[in-house]
């Protein structure tokens, strides 16, 4: 089943609360928080306290995509303030086995990520740890990218694996997902959906979140 999850890095920060309300109205099934520390990325956004703000509006799942150095010391303030799934990027863990076990540990659900240049399959020894594997389809840092097509080859390497191999891990893809490479992204394999700007830019959420819905759904029914 095809998910939206709505970015917030695109909201209108002074109004999340509405925002993020909007967008589950049009949806949207789980929150994305980027998570940035300008190191590991060229950007700097929020920290726990906005998550656990979100976690007064809104019941959905929020999923927390770790764009930092040193996530491990960060994963028991962000599961205080209500995070529910984490992910943290194979590029930055120095002991990726060790930062998925921790994130397990404080109930929440672990979750990996690769920048476009890196490659699926060096995953495999985790693959079986992971409740979502997170495809960069941009460089990560900014929202209102272009989508890197070779993203594409990637998503289906990743569903591949996951018959091969008999696990249960779930494909999320984030950068550029809008309506004119959802339908692509979904045929390729994922199923959960980040979308920052393609919700949030033109001001109305709600209705952008249901027709983005609706697209990833009409083609998940081609596939």
Sequence with gaps: MVELLPSILSADFARLGEEVQAAERGGGTVIHVDVMDGHFVPN????????KSLRRVTDLPLDCHMMIENPDEFVEAFAEAGTNWMSVHYEACR??????????????????VIN?????????????????VLVMSVNPGFGGQSFIPYSLKKIQRLKELRQELGLSYRIEVDGGVAHDTIAMVVEAGAELLVAGNAVFGAGHPER????????AQQAAATV
Aim: net charge negative.
């Design 95 to 112: 002991h990726l086995h060790r930062s998925l076990e921790l994130i397990a540990h404080h109930g929440l659900q672990p979750g990996v």
């Design 208 to 215: 952008d979140a249901r027709a983005l819905l609706e697209a």
């Design 116 to 132: 476009p240049a890196t490659s699926v399959d060096l995953l495999i020894p985790v693959l079986g740890m992971v409740h979502h």
């Design 44 to 51: 700097l956004t929020l920290g726990p306290p906005v998550v």
